[in-house]
T-cell receptor, first 117, second 108 residues
Framework: NAGVTQTPKFQVLKTGQSMTLQCAQD?????MYWYQQDPGMGLRLIYY???????DKGEVPNGYNVSRLNKREFSLRLESAAPSQTSVYFC????????????????FGPGTRLTVT | SQQGEEDPQALSIQEGENATMNCSYK?????LQWYRQNSGRGLVHLIL?????REKHSGRLRVTLDTSKKSSSLLITASRAADTASYFC????????FGKGTRLSVIA
């Protein structure tokens, strides 16, 4: 199993450009997540999808949109990139629904390093 | 928020020493997890401790949980250079919320 995969690994955008970060998991997990991490900082939740067909905002959703394409795939879109969105973006998934209220382990992808100039 | 706050922010020790890092949180939780992040990589789950447990072991890891003080600690015994990483705690919530982590450097 590949686990959680993310594409691309690196990306440079100019201010105002748009792009979509792709994430896929092959573990048949119900829930998927997008996090943002700035250097030396913790992870901030952007959006999550508790189950196929649902999405919810996290701590820092402004400037982003998401699509839970199917159970495997969860994409993150930047409609008009800004320098403040220069960061590393991590996708994660978990078996149990994020709303289950029971213990669950998250599995993380390798990250996408985005630079906006 | 179930966000944990790790302390210290950075820790540097010699190989073979023990490393202790702490986590505090503000609201009641049912369970708490610790994750490790190697430089430039995604987080990896280390251990989960439930609210009715006070201590849990996994290999060289020992985790304690004090729900009355809303705190947890992670002890890594006989540290190795490969333990150099950032360590994060997260209270079980829907979904997980992470603090800024403790950056551990183990010097060979």
């Amino acid at each position: 199993n590949a686990g959680v995969t993310q594409t691309p690994k690196f990306q440079v955008l100019k201010t105002g450009q748009s792009m979509t970060l792709q994430c896929a998991q092959d573990m048949n997990h119900n829930s998927m997540y997008w996090y943002q991490q700035d250097p030396g900082m913790g992870l901030r939740l952007i959006y999550y999808s508790a189950s196929e067909g649902t999405t919810d905002k996290g701590e820092v959703p402004n400037g982003y949109n998401v699509s839970r394409l199917n159970k495997r795939e969860f994409s993150l879109r930047l409609e008009s990139a800004a320098p403040s969105q220069t960061s590393v973006y991590f996708c994660a998934s978990s078996a149990r629904g994020a709303r289950a209220g029971r213990p669950y382990e998250q599995y993380f992808g390798p990250g996408t390093r985005l630079t906006v100039t | 928020s179930q966000q944990g706050e790790e302390d210290p922010q950075a820790l540097s020790i010699q190989e073979g020493e023990n490393a202790t890092m702490n986590c505090s949180y503000k609201t009641s939780i049912n369970n708490l997890q610790w994750y490790r992040q190697n430089s430039g990589r995604g987080l990896v789950h280390l251990i989960l401790i439930r609210s009715n447990e006070r201590e849990k072991h996994s290999g060289r890891l020992r985790v304690t949980l004090d729900t009355s003080k809303k705190s947890s600690s992670l002890l890594i015994t006989a540290s190795r250079a490969a333990d150099t990483a950032s360590y994060f705690c997260a209270g079980i919530n829907t979904p997980l919320v992470f603090g800024k982590g403790t950056r551990l450097s183990v010097i060979a």
